[in-house]
């Protein structure tokens, strides 16, 4: 491997770019004592063994190599992930979260709300510097660098994708982001010569420009240099928690203005006030990250110095370099996994990661089904309609069987009980899952053959008397790009069928197109059964209803919005399905009014999510998978929150003496969760 690490600092050196080899460069910065997370592998022995890399851990400098440039760092713009992953640690926000999700003052020192969580204030703190890319002190922050985030970011001239994170939530947000998009359409008008001024445009089309409002009549205004404020267009008690997105960090105006199209071109186009500075970034060679001395929380900086080397064969040379020392974090595929876990010299460097929580993964039944006739939809529309036949599959998918395909040595962390994933958030100091309604279902495993057979056999009876023809059809489409989800279905297809009879049904996957998957697939309802996931936008699970709310193009079970929910056409739909989903929405709709006790708010949404899952309208799978890792960095030492930035930051993260195995991972990850569980409990003690 050495020979491999030669020939890498030969190709720097004869492109005249030996500065731009990471791992050339040495640091005299010095770290705290390593103090490991609670639950987190201690009492390594100084001198590890030789195959074991520390001489990184030592140095305090963390070492990865990348394979993907950044598109830009304008980090009001930018939706890219490698982009914000890099935003995250120069650009500091309003709050932040410690490694147990627990919110935390950053920018502001505190908040409040007034009664209806309408309107949000926040005390911003003093003395936070903006500087360059050399540490050179720039201006202060101060509140109205959110307010001209905001500015900028509903300027539909901008076209900022996160403009969505404000559209419904922010007072006038969408009123006046509408009236940018009109006045845009209006210059193109006098351009093209459709319209001889602004004017004459918005009098043929009927519309009256002094009826606009002005960016001060948004909800978002600096009430002085300190005091930021937030109007809400309805109570919202979960903005905290959207507070992480990139659309809600501030930004200096006049810099901003000065650079224009440039702002974010590089690190000389960008003013930072993050736990880390930029101070080297050339495209395709190198991104150095120096902890920032001018950073008001410099005690919770462990690592000084965080180096991305750029290398196009990232994925099969840094599990080699990580051996042998040379980077800090490697990701370990699929295809080099059952070495790793099998060699002497690498199977205690390879650990899991903790499951992805900010996706759902659920089977869903399309209750509208717009497919072939080759698959007989009318016969579906029959099956589905009937409980117990949604019963018999909901109890009949072995769950960590089918996840096996993915993940052949942790299934089990992956799967998903409920529609909301565990851990995700905690009202009133308890887990949501947990919360009465729903713990029946969070704390079992829905497989259970004796179930699955036994709803079986009342579906056969009445569908026969129904008049359906057997086996059932179930079109179940997947996506042929994402790897592994046709090995998953054909999983599925075996065990649901073998459990539940070839001559109940017969499950049809079916490959979609590679591109354009979910407008020609699910979009278009063009499946039967279909494993669908949803991202979350905030931290409440008002969030994990939206798959199902009238019009979704998830389950179609209600898509008519012009008809009141007790006058649903039922062309394609049971009276019995009818009268769930009209209960359904009328418990979510109960639980979205209660905006001021969480405890209440939380246990409301409990009881429509266990209505769903008790139902069968949908059927929970899994979370997401991050794979697997050999790293120095202590995992468990992470901001948590499944949403937002903070799992992207640096800060706070700390260097193990020697990399985690995956036995150390499996139990370090049940201790952080009882700590999870003690510190929302905690916060609202």
């Known amino acids: 491997m050495k020979r491999v690490l030669s020939s890498v600092l030969c190709l720097c050196l004869l492109s005249g770019l030996t500065a731009g080899c990471g791992w050339i460069r040495q640091t005299n910065a010095q770290i705290p004592e390593n103090t490991a997370a609670p639950g987190a592998a201690t009492g390594a022995p100084e001198t590890a063994p030789p195959e074991t890399p520390v001489s990184l851990a030592k140095s305090g400098v963390f070492r990865k190599l990348y394979s993907s440039e950044y598109t830009t760092l304008n980090y009001l713009k930018t939706v890219n992930t490698l982009d914000l992953k890099a935003v995250a640690n120069i650009i500091d926000g309003l709050v932040e979260y410690d490694n147990y999700g627990v919110v935390l003052p950053a920018l502001a020192e505190s908040w409040s709300s007034n009664e209806d969580n309408t309107v949000w204030t926040f005390k911003i703190r003093q003395g936070v510097k903006w500087v360059d890319k050399n540490g050179i002190e720039a201006a202060e922050v101060t509140a109205q660098d959110w307010v001209d985030t905001a500015r900028y970011i509903n300027d539909a001239r901008n076209k900022c994708p996160l403009q969505r994170t404000y559209e419904g939530y922010i007072k006038n947000a969408s009123v006046y982001y509408a009236q940018t998009a009109e006045a845009i359409r209006a210059e193109e008008a006098v351009a093209a010569g459709k319209a001889a001024s602004a004017d004459d445009y918005y009098r043929i089309n009927n519309i009256d420009p002094s009826q606009f409002i002005t960016f001060d009549d948004v909800g978002v205004k600096a009430l002085d240099k300190y005091t930021l404020e937030y109007t809400m ?261 075996q065990q649901l069928e073998t459990l539940l009879g070839f001559d109940f049904i017969d499950i049809i996957p079916e490959a979609g197109p590679a591109t354009g998957f979910l407008d020609s697939v699910r979009r278009t309802g063009g499946y039967a059964f279909m494993k669908c996931n949803w991202g979350a936008d905030y931290a409440d699970p008002q969030t994990w209803t939206e798959p199902f709310t009238v019009g979704n193009s998830y389950n179609f079970m209600y898509t008519d919005e012009k008809k009141v929910l007790n006058d649903m056409p039922a062309i394609n739909k049971s009276a019995e399905t009818q009268a769930a989903v009209t209960e359904y929405y009328g418990l979510v709709n109960a639980a979205k009014a209660q905006t001021a006790d969480i405890a209440q708010r939380y246990g409301a949404f409990a009881n429509a999510e266990a209505y769903l899952l008790r139902h069968a309208l949908a059927v929970p799978f899994s979370v997401d998978s991050m794979g697997y890792t050999a790293s120095l960095a202590d995992p468990f030492s992470y901001m948590f929150a499944p949403y937002g930035l903070s799992p992207y930051r640096y800060k706070g993260v700390k260097l193990l003496k020697k990399p985690m195995s995956d036995s150390e991972f499996k139990k370090n990850y049940a201790d952080w969760k009882k700590a999870w569980t003690k510190a929302q409990a905690a916060v609202s003690g």
């Open 233 to 493: 267009e309805t109570p919202s008690p979960f903005f905290i928690s959207m507070l992480s997105y990139a659309s809600y960090l501030p930004v200096y105006g006049p810099f901003l203005e000065k650079q224009g199209d440039n702002f974010g071109a590089g690190n000389r186009n960008l003013l930072f006030n993050g736990a880390y500075i930029l101070t080297d970034c050339e495209s395709d060679v190198r991104h150095v990250f120096m902890a920032n001395r001018s950073y008001w929380d410099r005690g919770k900086v462990y690592i000084p110095e965080y180096d991305e080397i750029y290398n196009s064969d990232e994925i099969t040379l840094a599990p080699e370099l990580f051996r042998d020392g040379e980077v800090s974090e490697a990701a370990i595929g699929a295809d080099i996994l059952d070495k790793w876990f099998t060699d002497s010299h690498t199977k205690n460097l390879v650990r899991g990661n903790m499951p992805v929580i900010s996706y759902s993964y659920f089977y869903a039944f399309n209750f509208e089904p717009r497919f072939d006739a080759q698959y007989e939809p009318d016969n579906w529309k029959i099956a589905v309609n009937n409980e117990n036949f949604r019963q018999a599959l909901m109890y009949g998918l072995d769950r960590v069987s089918a996840l096996a395909v993915t993940d052949q040595y942790n299934p089990e962390l992956l799967v998903n009980n409920t529609i909301t994933p565990a851990m995700f958030t905690a009202g009133a100091g308890k887990d949501f899952t947990q919360y009465d309604a729903l713990k029946a279902f969070s704390d079992s495993n829905s497989f259970d053959k004796d179930k699955a057979l036994a709803y079986r056999d009342h579906a056969k009876n009445e569908l026969s008397a129904a008049g359906a023809t057997f086996p059932i059809k179930i079109l179940m489409p997947y996506n042929p790009s994402i790897p592994g989800w046709e090995t998953e279905s054909k999983e599925v297809k």
